[in-house]
């Protein structure tokens, strides 16, 4: 038995007549194309379905699987708690799906729920299909804080759990696209929202899931989305699969973007084993970037690979230090190291002043932090050196400065410090483009309130990449 059908699909409750009172003609295009899938799949019959939401338990290094035999849930939160949808759960898939995880080294299981009851995620296309269909089994997988190229992976777990206990199954990929869409809808205006929206429904209607990894981090979060990672899981679970591909509608009405696309009746085709072709090209791309790396990087790469290899702090040999920059050797100043993995942050750790006698031994001990000390991490593993991309950026001194108005998120870098707390921003970082965001995030940093009183000062950064 295999994968049947895949579908994108959006999760407005106000698609419901009681919800909607009346504003669900606003999309009505969206409920034709739902009506559509959900006699699709009656005509499918399939064992399973397979719904990945983004409003399921979420954890940032965990898939987590919905354990238990059936679940329910209601629209509570929408006004509507007697609005109830039932579902049963396919607790052996769950299960292998878990080992099937486990032997591919990723983690994914049924533990840590913090939530047994359905969410709108889940409810909303799931109450649209059963007005069609109603005899099948779910699994509800939630998202997790993975890369892109690990949620693809997952989704070829996913596959191969269906092939191995020969079930008929259909996949929902639920997530709304940008809600950045409107000055007047409910999260305001983003340009990057309507550019977000007309590239993922090109890229999905085109089935070009390859393209699905060259998503910057930054564009995914100006746009506000909810539904990639669902939409990439998907993606994996059709690895080497050309499936027939229709775009039923695409809507934003509320400010929000809800697009509908099917992929139907999957048959083998050559050179759709996107992840593979992305590591290649990464790969490629990693060697040529590493060719041109210059003495900062270059020494950030040594210290922490050498830590991680052998638990010992890098040396600077003597002759190695004559071939290096002068000021390298000859300067102290702040230094902040950054990594990043598959296009994301994989660590960053620096000092805002020198702590060494030199920038070359600064960036000796800030890369072995960035990538074994940053708490919001686990520390580099050895598999992962070979992946990693760094950034150095040496500091200049910091200056006090009076108001907002003397910065420029391009240009400087701000420290914010109130009460012996301390919050720190590098400059020209993608999705800061503002003042008030780079503020905003700093003070977050630093645990600041915006009530309370507190000080500015500015630096300037030579990034090394």
Not at 112 to 139: C, F, N, S, W
Not at 406 to 434: A, M, Q
Request: hydrophobic share 35%; aromatic share 8%; charged share 30%.
């Amino acid at each position: 038995m295999s994968i049947l059908a895949a579908y994108v699909v959006p999760h407005p409750p106000i698609m419901m007549r009681e919800i909607g009172k009346g504003q669900e003609q606003e999309i009505k295009e969206t409920i034709e194309s739902y009506e559509r899938i959900a006699k699709q799949i009656a005509e499918y019959a399939p064992e399973l379905i397979l719904v990945f939401s983004p409003h399921s338990v979420m954890y940032s290094d965990y898939f987590h699987i919905s354990p238990g035999k059936k679940a329910k849930g209601n629209f509570w939160q929408f006004g509507h708690k007697e609005l109830e949808v039932f579902t049963e759960y396919d607790e052996e898939f769950s299960k292998e799906l878990e080992k099937e995880a486990a032997a591919d080294g990723i983690a994914a299981g049924r533990q840590g729920e913090r939530e047994a009851e359905l969410d709108h995620g889940t409810m909303v296309p799931l109450r649209m299909i059963q007005e069609a269909y109603k005899g099948t089994r779910i699994v509800r997988i939630g998202l997790s804080g993975f890369s892109l190229l690990t949620h693809y992976r997952f989704g070829k777990c996913i596959a191969r759990t269906v092939s191995k206990l020969e079930r008929r199954a259909v996949i929902i990929a639920s997530g709304d696209l940008s809600h950045v869409l409107k000055e007047d809808g409910p999260y305001g205006f983003c340009v990057e929202g309507p550019e977000f929206d007309k590239r993922i429904m090109k890229d999905l209607s085109e089935a070009a899931f390859g393209n699905l990894f060259d998503y910057p981090e930054d564009l995914l979060e100006l746009a506000s989305e909810c539904g990639m990672r669902s939409f990439v899981i998907m993606a994996g679970c059709l690895d080497g699969l050309l499936p027939t591909t229709e775009k039923l509608s695409y809507e934003g009405p509320f400010g929000v973007g809800y697009g509908v696309v099917a992929f139907r009746n999957p048959v083998v085709s050559e050179n759709r084993q996107f992840d593979q072709i992305y590591e290649k090209r990464e790969t490629d791309r990693l060697l040529a970037l590493k060719e041109k790396e210059d003495d900062y990087v270059a020494l950030a790469r040594a210290s922490l690979e050498t830590f991680v290899r052998t638990k010992k702090r890098y040396s600077l040999p003597e002759e190695q230090k004559n071939d290096l920059d002068d000021e390298m050797i000859s300067k102290q100043a702040g230094v902040f190291v950054s990594l990043k993995l598959d296009g994301q942050l994989r660590g960053c750790i620096g000092t805002i002043a020198p702590t060494k006698k030199c920038i070359a031994d600064e960036i000796i001990q800030n890369a072995v932090s960035a990538g074994m000390e940053d708490p919001r991490f686990p520390p580099v593993s050895e598999e992962e050196l070979g992946k990693l991309v760094y950034s150095v950026d040496v500091l200049s001194p910091p200056e006090s400065i009076a108001s907002l108005s003397e910065l420029d998120p391009d240009l400087y870098g701000v420290i914010i410090s109130c009460k012996g707390r301390r919050g720190l921003l590098l400059p020209n970082l993608p999705g800061i483009t503002t003042v008030e965001k780079q503020v905003e995030i700093a003070m977050q940093k630093g645990g600041i309130k915006r009530y309370e009183e507190y000080s500015l000062e500015r630096f300037k950064v030579i990034r090394h990449h």
